[in-house]
């Protein structure tokens, strides 16, 4: 079955330090792949995609992530975490017309 | 930048009751959906609508759910008798593509308690 795994639930970082939130997949093939950022209540905000090409992808907020296909990973970095960043992350993926399948999420904390 | 938007924000009903959910996606968006979100569990996917018909739907959407584009406008999620465990946050979202040709622009929610 198809499924995303975000191994981590919950990381704490301090402003200033690098952050990498890990992402697994599980397709037959190659999804499309996504993290998305979810505020207190607020909605689902798209961070970066990656379709094709170049293995690491450029995201807003200065995050960016990494594909990786020996690992089936996606993981997403930041090398110096601000404390607006703290929210709940969630990587997503999908082929084709399929609908998005979502991890569980991983909450971040920031300590100042 | 276009935005979903949903409505109410936050909605509370007695179990047994039918309640619309509804959202207004981004105007020149094709495919729609909706997920729900159980507090503290992951984002799960209910159904994607395109054209005017359901085009993807999970074993949660069940007979007690239903979804509708009534205009050229909103789209609605339509819960026909509540139970206690409908109680989540649900997300509307729309695109241009299907996904993974486009990614999904979701709106704010609508928190629906169920008591």
């Known amino acids: 079955a198809q499924s995303v795994t975000q191994p981590d639930i919950h990381i704490t970082v301090s402003e200033g330090a690098s952050l990498e939130l890990r992402c697994n997949y599980s397709?037959?093939?190659?999804?499309?792949l996504f993290w998305y950022v979810q505020s207190p209540g607020q909605g689902l905000q798209l961070l970066l995609k990656y379709f094709s090409g170049d293995t690491l992808v450029q995201g807003i907020k200065g995050f960016e992530a990494e594909f990786k296909r020996s690992q089936s990973s996606f993981n997403l970095r930041k090398p110096s975490v601000h404390w607006s960043d703290a929210a709940e992350y969630f990587c997503?993926?999908?082929?084709?017309?399929?609908?998005?399948?979502f991890g569980s999420g991983t909450r971040l904390q920031v300590q100042p | 930048e276009p935005e979903v938007t949903q409505t109410p924000s936050h909605q509370v009903t007695q179990m047994g009751q039918e309640v619309i959910l509804r959202c207004v996606p981004i105007s020149n968006h094709l495919y729609f959906y909706w997920y729900r979100q159980i507090l503290g569990q992951k984002v799960e996917f209910l159904v994607s609508f395109y054209n005017n018909e359901i085009s993807e739907k999970s074993e949660i959407f069940d007979d007690q759910f239903s979804v509708e584009r009534p205009d050229g406008s909103n789209f609605t999620l339509k819960i026909r008798s509540t139970k206690l465990e409908d109680s989540a946050m649900y997300f509307c979202?729309?695109?241009?593509?299907?996904?993974?040709?486009?990614?999904?622009?979701f709106g704010n929610g609508t928190r629906l308690t169920v008591t």
């Open positions: 997503a993926a999908n082929t084709g017309r399929r609908a998005l399948t």
């Open positions: 397709y037959g093939a190659t999804p499309y």
């Open positions: 979202a729309s695109s241009a593509d299907r996904v993974g040709n486009s990614p999904l622009h």
